[in-house]
């Protein structure tokens, strides 16, 4: 399975950006599609996922970002709002099939100040 992350790039704070994360397989299925970043220097991080129907945003970021998906599309989206230079990181998707679970390759997002 392949999954394409695009959307990120350079904003100032307070902006918004939207990522798109597309699958080579059907996202139908999926056991928990979602968002983990990675800041320079620190662990990768869990932001927002889908699972059993419902959303879940870290607190870090409630508020600001939203999680949905398009399964025609076989894509979820990372709405991000507000953004402040704590959120540069890359971000990266995650789609579970089961025990089955692939990675995006990952976009970078910057905040400058």
């Known amino acids: 399975v392949q999954l394409q992350a695009s959307g990120g790039g350079l904003v100032q704070a307070g902006g918004s950006l939207r990522l798109s994360c597309t699958s080579s397989r059907s996202i139908s299925s999926t056991s928990a599609v979602g968002w983990h970043r990675q800041a320079p220097g620190k662990q990768r991080e869990l932001v927002a996922y889908i699972s059993g129907g419902t959303t879940n945003v870290v607190d870090s970021v409630k508020g600001r970002f939203s999680i949905s998906r398009d399964n025609p599309k076989n894509t979820i989206y990372l709405q991000m709002n507000s953004l402040k230079p704590e959120d540069t990181a890359i971000y990266y998707c995650?789609?579970?099939?089961?025990?089955?679970?692939?990675w995006g390759q990952g976009t970078l997002v910057t905040v400058s100040s």
């Open positions: 995650n789609m579970r099939w089961g025990w089955s679970s692939d």
